[in-house]
């Protein structure tokens, strides 16, 4: 019987050493500017960067991340923009997505200042 025991601790020792492995991989996004919202070409933050400021109003996105946006990070309020057809993402200050393009990243074309 003390056997028995012994294994459940065990089994839950190892659960508890699993655990915080699993929850370093969701760790907190690269930061990004104040003002600003950081795009990255591909998932997890890697790949080609470049940094929108809300004070440059409207942009396209450059030729690498048009339509292939892999992940972001948001340091301000802002609105990304597909055009054909017409849609619209609202994004806000702390918002941050590691794998965007098999969503609204595969299809933004701009990016703009506050609201939508």
């Known amino acids: 019987m003390q056997l028995r025991s012994w294994g459940f601790v065990a089994a839950l020792s190892l659960a508890t050493l699993v655990v915080p492995s699993t929850s370093a991989s969701a760790a907190a996004p690269p930061p990004c500017p104040g003002g600003s919202v950081c795009f990255f070409s591909e998932t997890d933050f890697r790949g080609s960067r470049w940094e929108w400021?809300?004070?440059?109003?409207?942009?396209?996105?450059?030729?690498?991340?048009?339509?292939?946006?892999?992940?972001?990070?948001?340091?301000?309020?802002?609105?990304?923009?597909?055009?054909?057809?017409?849609?619209?993402?609202?994004?806000?200050n702390g918002d941050w997505r590691r794998a965007y393009k098999g969503d609204f990243g595969g299809r933004i074309d701009g990016v703009g200042s506050g609201r939508c």
């Open 53 to 92: 400021t809300a004070a440059s109003g409207y942009r396209d996105l450059p030729p690498q991340l048009h339509d292939n946006v892999g992940s972001f990070v948001a340091g301000t309020d802002a609105c990304f923009i597909n055009w054909a057809p017409k849609e619209t993402r609202q994004v806000h």
